[in-house]
């Protein structure tokens, strides 16, 4: 069975870092581009990073220069480091699959469950 | 910052046809990407509805549909459920300088 778990959210202070995981079963992380997606309390779904199957990283503005995506293809698992957190971070944090279909198109076909992350103090 | 736009709320009795708009720019939906919608039921991960524009993957119901024009996309329900009172987001690619994949703002279905 295809399926995504996330664990590592918590409580952190401002300024402070954690590590997000997500444990991919039933398909290769390494041989798919992967995504964090976030949702803050009572809004949205707003684009965090990818990691595309070649190596290659992209993310948004908001959390360019403090956040890092990677994996490791031994443990099958994507992670999001996220260092100096600052409360607009707090949210629940989605890994997802992406299905591409060619150049610029791209759906989430798999998703985790979310993890939530709190950053206060 | 989301930048497809889409209606904060659509509401319909049941059996109703409803209809989701996602506008856009020459940036994303008008410079041929395609769009992808989501449906998040309460406490609950998104899942995918429709993707490329207005294709349905397998298990969703023909009572959803998609279309694309020019810098604009909509979702229509068609046949209102009960069990279709969700959040609702289009998704596209963008390729200004802000980012690469873009959500919409999300829009609340209420059956009445």
């Known amino acids: 069975e295809v399926q995504l778990v996330e664990s590592g959210g918590g409580l952190v202070q401002p300024g402070g870092s954690l590590r997000l995981s997500c444990a991919a079963s039933g398909f290769t992380v390494s041989s798919n581009y992967m995504t964090w997606v976030r949702q803050a309390p009572g809004k949205g779904l707003e684009w965090v990073s990818v990691i595309y199957s070649g190596g290659s990283t992209y993310y948004a503005d908001s959390v360019k220069g403090r956040f890092t995506i990677s994996r490791d293809n031994s443990k099958n698992t994507l992670y999001l480091q996220m260092n100096s957190l600052r409360a607009e971070d707090t949210a629940v944090y989605y890994c997802?699959?992406?299905?591409?279909?060619?150049?610029?198109?791209?759906?989430?076909?798999?998703w985790g469950q979310g993890t939530t992350v709190t950053v206060s103090s | 910052q989301s930048v497809l736009t889409q209606p904060p709320s659509v509401s319909g009795a049941p059996g109703q046809r409803v209809t989701i708009s996602c506008t856009g720019s020459?940036?994303?939906?008008?410079?041929?990407?395609?769009v992808h919608w989501y449906q998040q039921l309460p406490g609950t991960a998104p899942k995918l509805l429709i993707y490329?524009?207005?294709n349905r993957p397998s298990g969703v119901p023909d009572r959803f549909s998609g279309s694309k024009s020019g810098t604009s996309a909509s979702l229509a329900i068609t046949g209102l459920q009960a069990e279709d009172e969700a959040d609702y987001y289009c998704?596209?690619?963008?390729?200004?300088?802000?980012?690469?994949?873009?959500f919409g703002t999300g829009t609340k279905v209420t059956v009445l």
């Open positions: 020459s940036s994303n939906i008008g410079a041929g990407y395609d």
């Open positions: 490329a524009n207005s």
């Open positions: 997802a699959r992406e299905t591409r279909y060619y150049y610029g198109s791209g759906s989430y076909n798999v």
């Open positions: 998704q596209s690619y963008d390729s200004s300088l802000s980012g690469l994949y873009v």
